[in-house]
């Protein structure tokens, strides 16, 4: 049998800030998060990129040495906003340990910055044998580092499910919590993704030129989703986490519902591990809006992808068109804060829930002149007063994955 | 280096790497501190550091039943010794 899925709290950190009150702020005035790339003293000067989505709030991370221990800056960042789910969520401990309650939570890898500490290790000329490498490196860098450090610091015990699929890790981590629990496997699963600041992916993006660079000096302008004068995206850093719970278990212990997840899907393009794929992304969101059991005129409110590459953003207008028409809003909120990679899904989705529930519709930053040819969309150009009802959260990521998740407000 | 050389330096390693201050000597860490596996596999490191050599993998195995700080300086002033001889 087929259960409801209900969000109960959420929390994330983002270059346009970290509480509620700050990102409604950032997007009602325009406030960009985007800054001067920060230097790394290895990275910086080779690439030509010169800007970061930057998280730049203070953000005490008071753990104990023995979760700390085992955490590179991604698993502090991931502890952090998992913290602040489950402490407004008002879960009791007895639950959280019972084995009901799992996590689907994942980075783009685990953390550069410990892997690069490794490598150094490698490639320096020391000819030092001894205490190279430290015996919790790999527990910072493996992969599932942010799932398992959660685990272990709010002592959860049932299921884990690490996804690590770059720009779709968070947002297959909320679809593949969902699907845990409407399913009934789980009673709850808290879920999202996390990335840290990293010069390896603006390297990577750099060399294969889908990189901003004509900003540099004003890294506010950028990046510049579906505009003309787009030149590339914008690497940045953040995490979020959402709490989902079976409604039926929500309901009985009096938990505050923030939003419903209706649907959720993932494919692959089948091909180009690269290039986007309109054929690809038009096939994921009609598959979410079949797993959600509504048509597309039911959507109020699209939070696109929009990473501000040349055919990146053409490919998903051409996508959103032939599956909704030009009747929803479309967003892209990686205008604020850049590309947070692995977190980008889960951000995304919190703060739609935001503008759900404060009744607004944020614009596409940057968006001067709408692309001709992404111009077949309903862009939101100016901040709306409006209600979403329902909104698609879409996400697609090297490797040729796609995801569409469908989000309700709660009535 | 004496034993009570060893001993304060294995001190200092314990607050700054392991935020454990003034541990008794007899005193079981794993049971009063937490001091888990990890920790362990840190403290050799340390170790290592500190005799300015690497340990072998049967030096390594010789100090899995190590509890308490007086053993642990008991194993640095046993490989100390065998390194100068």
């Known amino acids: 049998m087929e259960k409801r899925v209900v969000i109960t709290a959420s929390a994330a950190i983002t270059p346009i800030g970290h509480h509620k009150d700050e990102v409604i702020d950032s997007l009602v005035n325009g406030k960009s998060g985007v800054k001067e790339l920060r230097d790394d003293k290895l990275l910086t000067d080779r690439v030509a990129s010169k800007v970061f989505g930057t998280v730049s709030c203070p953000i005490e991370f008071n753990f104990e040495r023995k979760y700390r221990k085992t955490m590179g800056p991604v698993a502090y960042y991931a502890c952090q906003v998992v913290k602040e789910a489950l402490e407004s969520s008002g879960l009791d401990k007895g639950f959280i340990s019972s084995g009901r309650l799992g996590v689907a939570f994942g980075s783009t890898h685990g953390s550069p910055t410990v ?49 690590s699929t770059a720009c779709t890790t968070s947002s297959q981590s909320i679809g593949f919590g969902y ?20 010069t ?85 969101i009609k598959l979410g809006l079949q797993n959600a059991k509504i048509g597309p005129d039911e959507v109020d409110f699209v939070c696109a992808h929009a990473t501000a590459t040349k055919m990146g953003d053409v490919a998903e207008a051409m996508a959103i068109y032939k599956a909704y028409g030009d009747e929803p809003y479309v967003t892209g909120l ?50 709306r007063e409006s209600d979403i009802r329902i909104a698609a959260i879409q996400n697609f990521a090297f490797g040729g994955v796609n995801t569409s998740l469908l989000i309700k407000k709660f009535e | 280096m004496t034993r009570e050389e060893i001993q304060s330096k294995i001190l200092i390693v314990f607050k700054e790497e392991f935020e454990i201050t003034n541990p008794g000597l007899d005193e079981n860490l794993t049971e009063k501190y937490d001091f888990d596996s990890i920790d362990a596999l840190e403290l050799l490191g340390e170790i290592e550091t500190l005799l300015g050599s690497e340990l072998t993998r049967d030096e390594k195995k010789a100090s899995m039943d190590i509890r308490t700080i007086n053993q642990i300086c008991d194993y640095i002033e046993q490989l100390a010794k065998k390194r100068i001889s």
């Open chain 1, 179 to 198: 699907e845990a629990v409407k399913y009934g496997l789980q009673d709850a699963m808290i879920c999202g993704g996390a990335d840290e600041y990293d």
């Open chain 1, 115 to 163: 892997q690069r500490d490794i490598y150094k290790t490698f490639f320096s000329h020391s000819q030092s044998k001894f205490s190279s490498i430290g015996a919790v490196d790999y527990l910072k860098s493996m992969v599932h580092t942010t799932a398992v450090n959660i685990t272990k610091m709010f002592g959860i015990t049932g299921r884990v499910i690490s996804s």
């Open chain 1, 200 to 284: 390896t992916t603006v390297a990577v993006f750099d060399n294969l030129l889908a990189c901003s660079t004509d900003f540099n000096d004003t890294p506010h302008l950028t990046p510049r989703p579906f505009d003309t004068k787009r030149d590339g995206l914008v690497v940045g850093e953040g995490a979020g986490a959402l709490l989902l719970e079976e409604y039926e278990f929500a309901k009985k212990r009096g938990a505050g519902i923030i939003g419903e997840v209706i649907g959720f899907s993932c494919n692959n393009n089948g091909g180009d591990l690269i290039l986007p794929n309109m054929n690809g992304i038009t096939e994921t």
């Open chain 1, 334 to 383: 990686k205008s604020y804060m850049g590309h947070t990679m692995g977190s980008c899904g889960v951000i995304e989705a919190i703060i739609t829930l935001y503008m759900m529930e404060q009744g607004i519709i944020a614009p596409t930053l940057n968006l001067d002149e709408v692309d001709e040819r992404c111009s077949m969309i309903r862009h939101t150009k100016k901040l």
